[in-house]
């Protein structure tokens, strides 16, 4: 089937054509998921919403980019969404350990223990080290470093996704491995 | 002795610097080894669910509200409108007010006022 006739068929909310786009999608929408949010349940999570954002906004939809490209759009926007909420509440919660109320411990650490299912049990400590610093990074690097080297995107897809240039996508991810590096260089020096 | 001593430092400042990129390097190397995780078995019958629940709730609550009941509803709200909008034409505001005070009593003589 042509995609055109596809999408036509989603804008016409056919029930076949959205198990098949999860059936196509699932996959690959879970995987961007869990590699900015390193967290089973949770990406599971955003990935329905992000199905459920695309039935709901599929007439939005203009055809400028591919399906695919537009779906991945959604997917980091929710995730974006879902990190900023996170660190809004540890903010929150560091706050509130000031004022001397009690929090649950378990919020302020979510981005150092990872529940990623794909992480070998070997790597999992240097996984936390690593998950931890890249959500360090300023949101522009973060995002393409993650559709880059977890995700393993190539440039021109991350540059559909994220509406930036490749020369900017280049000068991200440069950026990006630079500033990872020192700060997992000062981590460790600090460890030692 | 102390060129010695410092040579001695170079060298452990080195062999430090090096242990630590070597785990700056096998800590991004974990991304190499990073897996692809499945998604649960039952996740496309949940997001469906999920998804076409929420339409039929919305279809339950209007579906009674048909095109024709639409059009119907569209027309009576703009007869009413006209018939309105040419009612208030027709008779004069002041006409009115006065007809309404002079009914319940609410004129302000005058004549009958003390401080005169």
Known sequence: ?192 | MSVFVSKNNIKKNMGKNKNIQDKVNSTLNVLDALQTPQVSPFFKDKTMQRMFQNKEEEQEVWSWFTPKIQLATLVCVVVLNIVAFAKMKSSSYDENINDFAETYGLTISTENTFLN
Not at chain 1, 57 to 81: D, E, M, P, Q, V
Not at chain 1, 114 to 131: A, M, R, T
Request: glycine letters at 4%.
């Open chain 1, 1 to 192: 089937m042509e995609e055109q006739d596809f999408i036509e068929d989603l804008k016409a909310g056919k029930q076949y054509a959205y198990g098949k786009l999860i059936d196509d999608y699932q996959q690959k929408v879970f995987a961007t998921c869990i590699s900015f949010v390193p967290n089973k349940e949770d990406a599971e999570d955003l990935a329905q919403e992000v199905f459920v954002e695309v039935y709901h906004s599929i007439n939005k939809f203009k055809g400028n980019s591919k399906l695919s490209t537009w779906i991945y759009k959604i997917a980091t926007n929710k995730c974006l969404g879902f990190i900023r909420k996170k660190n809004t509440k540890k903010r929150f919660a560091f706050l509130q350990s000031i004022m001397g109320n009690d929090i649950p411990v378990d919020k302020t650490k979510y981005f150092t223990e990872i529940n990623h299912p794909g992480i070998l049990l070997e790597n999992k400590e240097k996984s936390e080290i690593l998950f931890k610093a890249i959500n360090q990074l300023p949101e522009t690097q973060r995002v393409v470093f993650t559709l880059s080297k977890v995700e393993g995107l190539g440039n021109q897809e991350i540059c559909e996704i994220t509406g930036k240039s490749l020369s900017s996508v280049e000068s991200l991810m440069f950026r990006a491995k630079k500033n990872l590096q020192n700060i997992l260089q000062n981590f460790y020096k600090n460890e030692s």
